[in-house]
């Protein structure tokens, strides 16, 4: 098995919103997707035998990055990808030389918490009642990472 992780280019737009449609109860814009030149942007893809099965959204602004959306591939899920797309996340992150590095999270995703704070990021504050669920509303959990 071969992962290969690379800067997101147009060729892998279809998948992406594919996993993007199947891993979010709540996906973003088909245009947001698709949008590759947006301010700051550090997009990437993963690629296990030439197949894409996850990617990241991030952005750099002078120092500060966020991770703005992630996902793996429903099929995919439990294999440690995400564990791999995160660790090279932050990696990427103390090559840029970030000060810090910022996310949000629904609090129902307990799994990707986890995964979170294992990797070193800290719940700094909620937004309450940001996401839109089934049902009504849920909090986002900001983390941090802060790189010395």
């Known amino acids: 098995m071969t992962i290969k992780i690379q800067t997101t ?3 892998h737009l279809d998948d992406i919103w594919r996993i993007e449609r199947a891993a979010h109860s709540h996906p973003w814009a088909e245009s947001m997707i698709r949008e590759l030149d947006s301010r700051c ?72 918490i986890s995964l979170y704070e294992s990797e070193g990021f800290n719940e700094v504050t909620r937004r309450h009642d940001y996401y839109p669920t089934n049902n009504g509303k849920e909090d986002a959990i900001i983390m941090s990472f802060i790189f010395f």
């Not at 899920?77 to 995400?82: I, N, S, V």
């Not at 932050?90 to 609090?107: F, G, H, P, T």
């Open 41 to 112: 942007a550090q997009h990437r893809v993963m690629l296990v035998d030439e197949q894409v099965v996850g990617y990241f959204y991030a952005q750099n602004v002078v120092g500060e990055v966020t991770l703005l959306n992630i996902a793996i591939d429903p099929a995919h899920q439990g294999k440690g990808f995400g564990r791999k797309l995160t660790e090279f996340f932050i990696d990427m992150c103390m090559e840029q030389k970030a000060e810090s590095a910022w996310l949000e999270v629904r609090e129902s995703n307990t799994k990707a």
């Open 9 to 11: 280019s147009e060729s």
